[in-house]
């Protein structure tokens, strides 16, 4: 974990913001303040992005996804006194801002509110609102007003959306104190309802054979300022295999989320939903001219209420020329580990060079080659079968005509 030491917050001491390096390392964010004393007074732990919709000039309605916050200040970040609650201030991109307030309750001494949480965005951004009709600076503000025991540390892996005007924002992995006692923070935690209901939800039924039914296909893609940057198509499930028993789960993508970023060398496809935390698929550039599947990083909450992680950075599958997309309508298995494997169904994925929000000329998979080369082989067989009958009839032939010449 990189910690970076900004300048002094006033009546906070200094602001210690950390950045968890890793595979998630453009999403995870974790915030450290402390008081004059340098003692904890907050700690926030959490992963978020956001999707507005504004209008064209020529009067079509665009979409962007926010998500990409390594540049972020946190100006305005303060522990709060007796008068002002704390407060978390997030800055970033370009014209892009993001404030939680948290007030204690007048009428209670145990608890305190996620009061409200607000979000402005700046159309003037041509790089990132290109086209856009009205420019200006826009704020959605959203009450919350959740109830906290002062005690607690309030943690939510699931995912939460707040929806307002033209902004979706989503909020997973949260982990929060506001008014941390004694520079502790506490390990009892206050989970919120999707938490409490999560191995309702969407069970992952135990199982020790893989599911019949064929999961249903989705199409995901992720927006960066440029537009359409990565596009997925395919269906998935998962076969997880932990304390001896076999589990497999389908993913409805109706119910899923998808979020991601693209970078020149690397790009990301994350899934998350009710009980996935989240399902990592990056890619990679190899030689300058070809892409393929790198790496695949998946945590989530089984039946039990146990957390289920792991990663594995070393694959190679999905290989394919750089301004094309890569095509499996066969079943192919992902071995992620020994204990994990994602079957995919009707695949096809292009996560560079995307033009226009379309998919470029697929390059197939070695499963579908085969379906050629099936009908190929029988093909050549019968024809070098004619080719040997012909051969055989017109030897005989000749045979039986120099036969007669001998009389």
């Given at each position: 974990?990189?910690?970076?030491r900004?300048?002094?917050?006033?009546?906070?001491?200094?602001?210690?913001?950390?950045l968890?390096l890793g595979?998630?390392?453009s999403y995870?964010?974790?915030?450290n303040?402390?008081?004059?004393?340098?003692?904890?007074?907050?700690y926030?732990k959490?992963?978020?992005n956001?999707?507005?919709r504004?209008e064209?000039t020529?009067k079509h309605?665009?979409?962007?996804?926010?998500?990409?916050f390594?540049?972020?200040?946190y100006?305005g970040?303060?522990?709060?006194?007796?008068q002002n609650?704390?407060?978390i201030?997030?800055?970033?991109?370009?014209?892009?801002?993001?404030?939680?307030?948290f007030?204690?309750?007048?009428?209670s001494?145990?608890t305190?509110?996620?009061?409200?949480?607000?979000?402005?965005y700046?159309?003037n951004?041509n790089?990132?609102?290109?086209?856009?009709k009205?420019?200006g600076?826009?704020t959605?503000?959203?009450?919350?007003?959740?109830?906290i025991?002062?005690?607690?540390i309030?943690?939510?892996n699931s995912?939460?959306?707040?929806?307002?005007?033209?902004?979706v924002?989503?909020?997973?992995?949260?982990?929060?104190?506001?008014?941390?006692?004694n520079?502790?923070?506490s390990?009892?935690?206050?989970?919120c309802d999707?938490?409490?209901?999560?191995t309702?939800?969407?069970?992952i039924?135990?199982t020790?054979?893989?599911?019949?039914?064929?999961?249903?296909?989705g199409s995901?893609?992720v927006?960066?300022?440029?537009?359409?940057?990565?596009?997925?198509?395919?269906g998935?499930?998962?076969?997880i295999?932990?304390?001896?028993?076999a589990?497999?789960?389908?993913?409805n993508p109706?119910?899923?989320?998808?979020?991601?970023?693209?970078?020149?060398?690397?790009?990301?496809?994350?899934?998350?939903?009710?009980?996935?935390?989240?399902?990592d698929?990056?890619f990679?550039v190899?030689?300058?001219n070809r892409f393929?599947?790198?790496e695949?990083?998946?945590?989530?909450?089984?039946v039990?209420g146990?957390?289920?992680?792991?990663?594995?950075?070393?694959l190679?599958y999905?290989?394919?020329p750089?301004?094309?997309s890569?095509?499996?309508n066969?079943e192919q298995?992902?071995?992620?580990?020994?204990a994990?494997?994602?079957?995919t169904?009707?695949?096809?994925?292009?996560?560079?060079?995307?033009?226009?929000?379309?998919?470029?000329?697929?390059?197939?998979c070695s499963?579908?080659?085969?379906?050629?080369?099936?009908?190929?082989a029988v093909g050549a067989?019968?024809a070098?079968?004619?080719?040997l009958v012909?051969l055989?009839?017109?030897i005989?032939?000749?045979?039986?005509?120099?036969?007669?010449?001998?009389?």
């Amino acid at each position: 974990m990189v910690c970076f030491r900004l300048a002094p917050v006033p009546g906070c001491g200094f602001l210690l913001f950390c950045l968890v390096l890793g595979t998630v390392s453009s999403y995870a964010l974790e915030l450290n303040l402390t008081d004059s004393s340098k003692a904890t007074c907050l700690y926030a732990k959490w992963q978020m992005n956001f999707t507005i919709r504004y209008e064209t000039t020529d009067k079509h309605n665009k979409t962007v996804t926010i998500s990409d916050f390594d540049a972020a200040a946190y100006n305005g970040s303060v522990c709060g006194d007796d008068q002002n609650g704390p407060k978390i201030a997030v800055q970033f991109g370009s014209g892009f801002s993001w404030i939680v307030n948290f007030t204690k309750e007048a009428s209670s001494t145990s608890t305190y509110l996620v009061d409200s949480i607000s979000f402005s965005y700046d159309t003037n951004d041509n790089a990132t609102f290109p086209d856009a009709k009205e420019k200006g600076v826009f704020t959605v503000n959203n009450r919350v007003a959740l109830k906290i025991p002062l005690n607690d540390i309030f943690r939510c892996n699931s995912l939460s959306t707040l929806e307002k005007s033209d902004v979706v924002q989503h909020y997973w992995d949260v982990h929060v104190q506001a008014f941390v006692q004694n520079g502790t923070v506490s390990t009892t935690e206050f989970l919120c309802d999707k938490d409490k209901t999560v191995t309702t939800a969407m069970p992952i039924v135990p199982t020790t054979a893989p599911s019949p039914t064929k999961p249903v296909v989705g199409s995901y893609s992720v927006v960066n300022s440029n537009g359409t940057c990565l596009l997925a198509t395919m269906g998935l499930q998962l076969n997880i295999t932990h304390d001896k028993v076999a589990s497999v789960f389908n993913i409805n993508p109706n119910t899923t989320n998808a979020t991601g970023s693209c970078q020149p060398q690397t790009a990301l496809l994350r899934l998350s939903s009710s009980n996935i935390k989240y399902l990592d698929f990056v890619f990679a550039v190899k030689n300058e001219n070809r892409f393929y599947l790198k790496e695949v990083n998946v945590s989530m909450i089984l039946v039990n209420g146990s957390v289920y992680s792991i990663s594995n950075t070393n694959l190679s599958y999905w290989d394919a020329p750089l301004g094309s997309s890569y095509m499996c309508n066969k079943e192919q298995t992902v071995s992620v580990s020994g204990a994990f494997q994602i079957n995919t169904f009707d695949l096809r994925v292009q996560p560079f060079s995307v033009t226009e929000g379309k998919y470029s000329t697929a390059q197939d998979c070695s499963a579908d080659d085969d379906n050629f080369l099936v009908p190929i082989a029988v093909g050549a067989a019968l024809a070098g079968v004619l080719i040997l009958v012909l051969l055989a009839y017109f030897i005989g032939l000749k045979r039986h005509h120099a036969g007669y010449e001998q009389f």
